[in-house]
């Protein structure tokens, strides 16, 4: 998948929306983890560690359901897209936690992580490139 013929590019609206679908599963796990953790322990004791158990459980999530679903998460099903590694091998583990996390950190300074997607024929945001994968159409 070196070239531009060999992939159909997930465009930013279709990767915006699988997101969004994606977030709310997320939310859902968080407030469901919440409530259990608060039925059988005390939060107040947990509650500095609660962000790095929300982090882990995100990223947890998506490296799941792309093992698990052949690349895609649920949101990812809806909008016909799919996770796979630039030379078509299967995404390897550490390469779905480096795009979650650069993802993650590169969108929190003002989503520049999307800025090459404009400047690129193929694509690509700064995840992608860093984890050398591509989100590709289905």
Do not use: H
């Not at 599963?25 to 469901?32: M, S």
């Not at 995404?91 to 800025?115: H, Q």
């Amino acid at each position: 998948m070196d070239s531009i013929l060999d992939y159909k590019p997930a465009g930013f609206f279709r990767r915006i929306a699988a997101l969004f679908y994606d977030l709310i599963l997320i939310i859902a796990l968080c407030i469901g983890s919440i409530l259990l953790i608060t039925f059988f322990i005390n939060t107040e004791i947990l509650s500095p560690f609660m962000y790095l158990f929300f982090l882990v459980l995100s990223i947890s999530f998506y490296c799941y359901f792309w093992k698990q679903n052949k690349g895609q998460t649920l949101g990812m099903q809806v909008w016909k897209i799919k996770l796979s590694q630039i030379d078509g091998a299967d995404v390897k583990l550490s390469n779905m936690i480096a795009r979650c996390i650069s993802g993650l950190v590169l969108n929190l300074f003002f989503g520049i992580n999307y800025l090459p997607m404009i400047f690129r024929k193929d694509k690509k945001t700064l995840n992608d490139i860093l984890s050398k994968t591509v989100l590709e159409k289905i």
